[in-house]
């Protein structure tokens, strides 16, 4: 009996596990218990190289391109500036600063449009207002604790069609508003044929860990001294803010003597409009300290042909592109794009000190946190040259540690036959052609001489550096290049084949 029970039982269990089987097949069970929700599976994600070229990094510039993107349609007639997205009132939502222009003419303001977020009506805009700036290209817009009560203050700085330079303010109340509702007070409007400048000053613990208010920060104005006959003579201008008028209200004047050279090469330099200037800041500017003395491991590399600025310091370089020029009084007022961080923007204010020095100011417009910690404002001397120019180095200058960084000769090697040029340029001919062409310029770093090469036909190289060792009768009759990499952590070696160069005598 019981044998035959197990032989009937047998193919039965078969049979139902075989229709069980069948069923999960065609009829898979629900995870989530909810009926016809897709269930995506995990996939593996292989990484791929990344790009060589920085500037063509796909995820920095989806994020850059989604920044400045407006999260509301505009009117027409309206022009987008610059774009502000950043989370503004701790709500985990971003919201957005738009500075934007609504006629084409060239004395027409700049806008500024505040948009927020509400679950109800989705992204809108509720204030806007105008700002002292007219020339689209130069506005930059940031927020900033001015006041030290934590208050959210707009700041949009920028030129205007006189080619004064200009800082608008708006602050937002700690008042209350109906939901929907927001509000700005303009505390401060500046204009100055010079520069400005907000004087921040270290806040106590208390205030980090908002236990306290913090100091109001100070503004400042730098412009020419109309009572004076020297072109290079300044007032500068104090600004403190009042807070029983809710206004920043002047507070000091304070007359800062130029230096006193000769006003017809100023008036050279200056009347040759922007041209004029950027032909004049073209090369290499060495950091001047506050003791007079140059640091060579500082320093600015102006190529206004190439639309690019190099900066080096801490170690670090960056290179930038030089996008937009507008002269001003006493120099130029550049903006520029770094090539690898897109959403950073750098602001020069250059103005001339001497025949031989500028002064620069460097204002920072990042959309990312990205912060750069390197001090370049300041005075900037131009590169020295041996010969009788280096006997008029500053106290504290070796001479003998710098080096021109132009020079006119060519040198035969290995690799063919390379022609320096004096107004900075280079070549490079094997076979009767010309393989590479660009930008190059000797400089000393650490007390070892360095090339740096900038080619233009090789969309793969960004710049390639060179230790340089002289040799010969005169210390440049033979070159030996050896390719090195700058970093944070200095000259790096590449272990590749040094590169020997006799020069061709004339």
């Keep these: 009996m019981t044998r035959k029970i197990v032989k009937i039982l047998t193919p039965l269990i078969f049979l139902f596990t075989a229709a069980c089987i069948v069923v999960l097949y065609f009829m898979p069970p629900q995870v989530s218990g909810v009926p016809g929700k897709k269930q995506w599976q995990a996939r593996v994600v292989i990484p791929r190289n990344p790009d060589p070229d920085p500037v063509d990094n796909g995820a920095e510039r989806m994020v850059y391109e989604d920044s400045m993107n407006a999260k509301v349609a505009l009117n027409e007639g309206e022009s987008i500036v610059a774009v502000l997205t950043q989370d503004m009132d701790g709500d985990m939502v971003d919201e957005q600063i738009l500075a934007f222009r609504q006629s084409p003419a060239e004395d027409s303001p700049v806008f500024i449009t505040y948009i927020d977020f509400d679950e109800e009506r989705g992204y809108s805009r509720l204030w806007s207002a105008s700002t002292a700036v007219t020339r689209p290209g130069t506005a930059s817009v940031y927020v900033q604790d001015l006041i030290g009560d934590r208050s959210l203050c707009i700041l949009v700085n920028g030129m205007n069609s006189t080619g004064e330079q200009t800082l608008t303010v708006f602050q937002k109340p700690a008042e209350e508003t109906p939901p929907g509702e927001i509000s700005f007070i303009k505390i401060a409007e500046l204009r100055t044929d010079g520069s400005i400048q907000v004087q921040e000053t270290e806040r106590t613990q208390a205030y980090q860990k908002g236990l306290a208010k913090g100091e109001s920060f100070t503004l400042a104005t730098y412009g020419r001294d109309p009572g004076s006959t020297n072109i290079l ?209 000797f400089f000393m770093l650490d007390n070892q001489e360095l090339l740096e090469l900038r080619p233009r036909n090789s969309p793969a190289l960004t710049h390639e550096t060179y230790r340089v060792d002289r040799g010969g009768d005169d210390n440049s009759t033979a070159l030996t290049l050896t390719r090195i990499r700058l970093g944070t952590r200095g000259v790096r070696e590449l272990h590749e084949a040094a590169i020997s160069l006799v020069k061709n005598m004339p």
Excluded: C, H
Aim: aromatic residues 12%; glycine residues 10%; charged residues 25%.
């Design 233 to 441: 003579d300044q007032v500068e201008l104090i600004y403190t803010y009042n807070a029983v008028n809710r206004r920043y209200e002047q507070s000091r004047m304070t007359r800062i003597p130029g230096s006193q050279i000769e006003t017809r090469r100023v008036q050279e330099v200056l009347s040759g409009g922007k041209e004029g200037f950027e032909q004049f800041i073209t090369g290499l500017w060495y950091y001047v300290s506050p003791q007079g003395t140059l640091d060579s491991r500082q320093y600015i590399y102006f190529d206004p042909g190439s639309r690019e600025i190099i900066f080096y310091g801490e170690e670090i370089q960056q290179v930038f592109t030089w996008q937009n020029s507008s002269a001003t009084r006493r120099g130029l007022y550049v903006s520029s794009q770094n090539i690898s961080v897109t959403t950073l923007r750098r602001f020069l204010d250059i103005e001339l000190e001497s025949p031989d020095s500028i002064r620069v100011k460097v204002f920072e417009d990042v959309r990312l946190k990205i912060y750069v910690t390197a001090p370049w404002d300041g005075s900037y001397r131009k590169a020295a040259v041996r010969g009788p120019a280096a006997d008029a180095a500053p106290a504290g200058m070796d001479p003998g540690n710098t080096v021109p960084p132009y020079i006119d000769a060519s040198y035969d090697g290995s690799i063919g036959r390379m022609v320096f040029s004096p107004d900075g340029n280079y070549e490079l001919y094997a076979g009767g052609t010309i393989q590479k062409r660009g930008r190059y310029a």
